[in-house]
């Protein structure tokens, strides 16, 4: 099963080593692990998304790095998750339309056009990520980009707001 | 006006004021502007024959002592020669500080003459570890490195310091605040959970305390006998635990796990609360997980939250320093009894007391010989009265040093738990022995540990430090021998040390050190004696002993504790 880990750093030099290393060292399996500046430029947020049964010892783990601030499981539900890929897909011109037209629908943005290929940028839910390529594969894809999830805990209080709406419906 | 200073001096300056009186190291090329002033400092520097030494040095003086060793190395293969003291040093929860020589900045990824990424190399080995690159970050680095080494779980720190950073200059400031929002070591346990693991305990019929390493490095002995004896409790301590409460007490099993004793060993496997405190379920003391301690509740104290639930689930998780939860534990124990005494136990007592007088450790010393490790240890133990700091290596003397020593204090017995570090006794006795010069520190060392690091005798031999060496001379590699009798059909391979290379005494002497022999079972106690005459150089005493010499109780790795093997006998029999 994926999980979901927000890890609020110290913005210091080798943070991300010391990061991965000790996920490499207890043998701990990284699906994706984004990272990037946060509001504070004093701290960087690592979006990790791991593959396992356990999360226990891992945020265990991790806080044992001197660095490690905050560790936050992020469920499903209570988190907002994105992501961003680049997606090269044969395109013939005479297939070009309905490729065209599908990613139409997915909001994925031609950027780059060959003689017989287009690229895509999306970005979204990795849900509808994987959907999209789903639909590309038949076509046949060459290259393939992504950025890895990051995500965020959903505001106290719009969390409220949805249990409340989903309990009205 | 603040004064200007180099990095070097700045590096110095702050080493004392962490209060550092000994440093042990090995000079060079890019650690050396940290040399000269040394020159002006009143902290002394022995000057180690390898850095391995050195760092094991650093070690066993904090060992002794409780307060943080310093290491100090060049760069390149000065550092690399550190990482087997650190990780030694990382799994005891040791702390100790490594300070190592960089090539200068501009040089670092240009494989410079003895660069090595120190940084990178020696982070999984360290609890943290820093890469100065501005010379104003000295003094608050020291200051961490140090704060961060002494305190919540207790581990190595290393500084590594570019050659031009430590040859710049500063304008010297005092370390200013702390700043490490991600460090913050627990020191009460949660009542909540305090009262949970008195409410188990209560409950419980056959209670064994388990007592680890932990209570030792947070100076919590006294803590540790007070609670078991208000709770009517009996107690193991583990390798690294030993003398955390006195082998003498009634209470005390003594030592469990692959070479401890059948009742330790047997009292955690028939226990139905295991109270475990600063031990981490290593793998020598469980056995086989899934069937160790199988009908035990577990509480787990221990101030690194990553231990608990990392071998065995905790029903009652403790963070929290050993000495304070220790208090808090006797303190909610005491209201909860309001005066009337705690549980009997009679049953669970009487079967202890029957392990006991049935499977007590036992060997035989034949008057004719050879030599039994475990006289060696007795008669040192009856010569001494047992007042002595005793380091043993890795090995079968080790186990027997463990077993038959009898601890009554706690700092008194230092070896490599975690990391099983041959070589680890002469350089760690010598930091013992430099720590506390007027005890007797004693190491029990094997052949083959003694050949790994003997070298550092020299620098005892030069500095005047009186640490005292037995060298149980069995010709081989013990431990290894004995594994390849049991569990490989007597095929030995690799392990003969030969009868006479080299020659102990000579080698001693060579070495500046006084050399003794003892051949004979009756020359033991007279040369044990003549060596502890000796108060102003290091002294080796070789005893020849029983090459054939096997460590009872075993309980083979990875097998289940419930087959704890008490004899070579036993286990012919299957």
């Known amino acids: ?47 990790v998304v791991i593959d396992g049964p356990e999360m226990e010892q891992i945020i265990k783990q991790l ?51 060959g003689i017989a290929t287009v690229t895509f940028v999306m970005s979204g839910e990795p849900a509808r990520l994987a959907d999209f390529l789903e639909l590309m594969r038949p076509y046949g894809i060459t290259d393939l980009a992504k950025s890895g999830r990051i995500a965020m805990a959903k505001d106290p209080k719009s969390k409220d707001a949805a249990r409340t709406s989903l309990r009205s419906a | 006006m603040a004064e200007t200073l180099t ?220 609670f078991p004896e208000l709770a009517n409790a009996p107690a193991v301590t583990t390798l690294m635990g030993r003398g955390a409460i006195p082998d003498s007490h009634p209470l005390c099993l003594g030592m469990p796990g692959m070479h401890g004793n059948y009742t330790a060993v047997t009292a955690m496997q028939q226990a139905d609360l295991l109270f475990a405190v600063g031990a981490r379920f290593d793998d020598r003391v469980t056995g086989d997980v899934a069937t160790f301690a199988p009908g035990a509740k577990i509480v787990h104290v221990d101030v690194d939250p990553a231990e608990i639930g990392k071998v065995r689930n905790a029903d009652v998780p403790i963070v929290g320093d050993a000495r304070s939860v220790l208090v808090q534990l006797t303190e909610t124990l005491a209201r909860k009894l309001g005066g ?62 463990s077993q038959f020593w009898g601890f009554e204090r706690p700092n008194t017995w230092i070896n490599s738990g975690g990391l099983g570090t041959m070589g680890y006794a002469v350089p760690a006795a010598i930091g013992a022995q430099v720590a506390l010069p007027d005890q007797t520190v004693f190491a029990i060392d094997g052949d083959g540990c003694f050949q790994m690091t003997f070298n550092e005798l020299i620098a005892a031999a030069v500095e005047g430090i009186p640490v005292k060496i037995a060298v149980m001379n069995n010709h081989a590699l013990g431990m290894v021998k004995q594994w390849q009798r049991l569990f490989y059909n007597e095929r030995y391979s690799a392990i003969d040390l030969t009868d006479h290379t080299p020659d102990y005494v000579k080698l001693a002497e060579a070495m500046g050190c006084v050399g003794l022999r003892a051949e004979h079972p009756s020359e033991v106690g007279p040369t044990l004696e003549k060596a502890l005459a000796v108060d102003d150089k290091p002294v080796v005493v070789e005893f020849r002993c029983d090459p054939d010499a096997m460590v009872f109780p075993m309980v083979p790795a990875g097998g289940s504790n419930d087959d704890i093997v008490l004899s070579a006998d036993d286990l012919n029999r299957g």
């Open chain 1, 1 to 47: 099963m994926n999980h979901v880990i927000s890890v609020l750093v110290e913005n210091k030099p080798g943070v991300l080593a010391r990061i991965s290393s000790m996920f490499a060292r207890r043998g701990f399996n990284i699906h994706s692990l984004a990272v990037g500046p946060t509001a504070d430029p004093a701290m960087s947020r690592m979006t």
């Open chain 1, 63 to 113: 806080y044992k790095l001197v660095h490690t601030v905050k560790v936050t499981e992020l469920e499903v539900g209570d988190r907002i998750d994105r992501e961003i890929m680049m997606v090269r897909v044969n395109a013939e011109p005479g297939r070009r339309a309905e490729i065209l037209e599908a990613a139409r629908i997915f909001d994925a943005e031609p950027v780059d056009v």
């Open chain 2, 7 to 226: 990095g070097a001096q700045a590096l110095i300056k702050a080493l004392e004021l962490e209060g550092v009186e000994v440093m042990f190291g090995v000079p060079g090329g890019a650690i050396l502007p940290a040399y000269d002033p040394m020159l002006d400092s009143p902290m002394r520097h022995i000057l180690a024959r390898h850095e391995q030494g050195a760092g094991h040095m650093a070690s066993g003086y904090a060992h002794a002592t409780g307060r943080v060793g310093v290491m100090v190395a060049t760069s390149g293969p000065g550092a690399t020669n550190l990482i087997t003291p650190l990780q030694d040093a990382h799994m005891d929860s040791i702390p100790v500080v490594a300070i190592t020589g960089q090539v200068a900045t501009g040089s670092i990824g240009n494989d410079a003459f003895q660069e090595a990424h120190t940084w990178g190399i020696s982070m999984p080995c360290t609890k943290h570890n820093y890469l100065v690159t501005d010379v104003n970050d000295i003094p608050d680095v020291i200051h961490e490195a140090f704060h961060l080494a002494a305190t919540g779980r207790p581990g190595p720190v290393l500084v590594d310091i570019p050659k031009n950073v430590l040859a710049s200059t500063m304008k010297w400031h005092r370390a200013g605040r702390l700043d490490l929002p991600g460090y913050k070591p627990r020191d009460k346990g949660h009542p909540k959970q305090v009262k949970a693991a008195i409410e188990l305990l209560q409950a419980a019929e056959r209670p064994v305390l388990y007592l680890g390493g932990g209570v030792i490095r947070a100076g919590a002995s006294q803590e540790a006998l007070a």
């Open chain 2, 340 to 401: 009337k005494p705690a549980p009997a136990r009679t049953e669970w007592f009487e079967a202890l007391h029957g392990w006991q007088e049935a499977h007590p450790l036992r060997y035989e010393q034949d008057p004719e010989g050879p030599i039994q490790q475990q006289y060696v240890i007795q008669e040192l133990h009856r010569i001494t009265g047992g007042d002595a700091v005793v380091v043993a290596g890795v090995g079968q003397h080790q186990m027997w040093t």
